[in-house]
């Protein structure tokens, strides 16, 4: 099944990651994560790597250890994360990124812009302490 919007594994796993680590009461390791998230765990820590290496987390080793949030849950909005993961979300007039169109009017008008827009005031305006684990 095809999708118009679809969010990378890395980002979905950084931001389920983030949210799991700000609801914990104490540190939370790599194996929690990647078992609550279904992931493999070397994967997981690439992504908790790059975290922890743009300053969101910090990491301790050994038996006891885990990851713990630097910030406030309050402090870290979403498109922070997402953005460590993926880069800067950028807005670009056209979808296939062609500084040249054939067409005098884009097909798909300025939906390429529009969601892009939608989804960064989404991300902006959500904190990892907005959400909650059952």
């Known amino acids: 099944m095809a999708r ?3 969010i990378s594994e890395a980002a979905s796993l950084a931001l389920h990651s983030m949210v799991l680590i700000a ?3 104490k540190s939370v390791n790599a194996t929690e994560i990647a078992k609550l998230t279904g992931t493999s765990r070397h994967h997981l820590a690439k992504i908790m790597h790059q975290l922890v290496k743009q300053g969101f ?3 301790t080793r050994g038996p006891s250890g885990g990851f713990v949030l630097k910030k406030s849950a309050s402090k870290v909005n979403l498109l922070d994360v997402y953005e460590c993961i993926e880069g800067k979300l950028e ?3 056209c979808p296939l990124d062609h ?3 054939a067409f005098a009017d884009c097909i798909l008008g300025d939906l ?3 969601v892009t827009k939608e989804i960064q005031v989404y991300l902006k ?3 990892l302490s907005d959400y909650y684990i059952n």
């Open 23 to 25: 609801q914990a009461k």
């Open 4 to 6: 118009i919007v679809q």
């Open 125 to 127: 305006g959500h904190a």
């Open 99 to 101: 500084p040249i169109c």
């Open 57 to 59: 987390l910090s990491s």
């Open 91 to 93: 807005v670009s007039g």
């Open 112 to 114: 390429s812009n529009r």
